[in-house]
C-alpha cells in the first residue's frame, strides 16, 4: 500500500513537469526569416555616399529587434547579422532549415545614371509585366555572377538574359495568396506610417523567393540612386520609418494568419454565385475544346482573381463586370474567371485581365479538388508534346 502511495506520488510529480513542455511544443513559435539582401564582397547597388548592403542591414536588424521586444511569440532568423557575403540559395535554405512560416528579403532599389524615381515597392515571386519590373529583378539576381559554379547551381539560369526568365511564367507559388497579403499591407504601411511614395505590389523572377517553401516577399525600400532618397535611406529617421512599416504590416499579417480557420485539412467544396445557372446557359468564359465535360481526367485551369471572407453580392463592383465563380477554401471565399484545359489559353487570359485584376493567377482543379498548379502544367506540357 505504501509503494503504490509513492507510485502515485511520482507519477504525478511527473506529470507536472511534463505537461507544460507537451503544451509549448503544441503551440510552435511563428517564426520570420528577414534576409538583409546583399553583403560582404557584394555591395549590391552604391549611391554617392551609401551603399545597399548597409542600408538593408541597418533596417533588417531594427526590424528584427521590434520583433523581438514585441512579439514574444515569435522567432526571428537572420540571414546575416553582420557584413557577410551569402549565395541566393544559401539564404533560402536557412529559411527552409528554420522551418519559417515567412520570409523577408529587404533590398534598396537603384536606376542607371540619369534617371530618376522615388517610392517603396514589394514584390512576390512571378512572371513580370514591364520591362522596368525585369530590369529589378536582373540587378537583384546578378549577384550569382559572384558565386562559384553559379551555372551548375542554378541550372544555367543567365540573370542577364531575358529569356532565362521565361521559366517564371510557369511557376505559380503555392503560397502566392499569402505573400501578396503580406506585401499589401506593407505598402499601405509605407504609405501611412512613412508618407513614401507608393510604387505597389508587383511580381518578378527573384532567384531568392523561388528557393524558399513559405510566404516571401521581398522590399525594396526606395532608390539609392536618387539623391534625397539617398539620405533618407542612410538617415536614422529613414531606417526607424521603414523598419516599423514593416513591422506594422508584420503584425497585421501574423494576426491574421493565426487566427482559427474552418475547414482546414479539407478538400476545398465548389459552389458558385447567383449567376450561375445564366453564366451555364450562356457556357463558360473560355474553353479549349468545346468538351471540358468529357475531359474530368484533365486538368482544368482557371484564373484566381480575388478571394473574401464573406460572399459578394450578386453584380458587386468588385468583380468589375465579370461572371465570376468561387469556390471555398480554409474559410476564404476565392473567386475564379474563365475554365479552360489550355494552360496557354488561360495565360493569355491572364494577360487579358491583367488591368482588371492586376494579382490574378492561375490555379488548377479535377473536378471539385484543387490541385497543385505546378503539377498540373507539367501534365499539359508533357501532354502538348505528345499531341
Known sequence: M???????????????????LVGMAASRDFVVVIDAGHGGKDPGAVGRKAREK??????????GKL????????????????????????????????KADLFISIHTNALPKGRIARGTETYTLGMHRANDKLEVAQRENAVILVEENYKERYAGFNPKSAESYIVFEFMQDKHMEQSVSLAKLIQSQFRSYAKRVDKGVHQAGFLVLRETSMPSVLVELGYISTPDEETYLNSKKGVEA????????????KDSQMRPKANIGKSPTVEV?????????????????????E??????????????SSPLPAGSSRLKGVKAFFYKENGLYKY????TTDYNEIMRLKRKMADKFKDAFVVAFKGTEKINIQEAVKEFKEREQKE
Do not use: M, W
Open 242 to 253: 521603414l523598419s516599423r512599416s514593416i513591422y506594422n504590416a508584420f503584425v497585421a499579417y
Open 336 to 339: 475564379t474567371y474563365g475554365e
Open 295 to 308: 475531359e474530368k481526367n484533365l486538368p482544368v485551369f482557371k484564373l484566381q482573381i480575388l478571394s473574401t
Open 2 to 20: 505504501r509503494l503504490q502511495k509513492i507510485s502515485l506520488h511520482v507519477v504525478c510529480l511527473c506529470l507536472l513537469f511534463f505537461l507544460p
Open 67 to 98: 520583433i523581438e521586444n514585441n512579439c514574444p511569440d515569435t522567432r526571428v532568423v537572420y540571414t546575416r547579422q553582420t557584413d557577410v557575403f551569402l549565395s541566393l540559395d544559401k539564404r533560402a535554405r536557412i529559411a527552409n532549415k528554420a
Open 273 to 293: 454565385t447567383e449567376n450561375q445557372a445564366q453564366a451555364e446557359v450562356e457556357k463558360k468564359s473560355i474553353k479549349a475544346d468545346g468538351h471540358l465535360e
Open 54 to 63: 548597409v542600408i538593408n542591414l541597418n533596417v533588417a536588424l531594427a526590424l
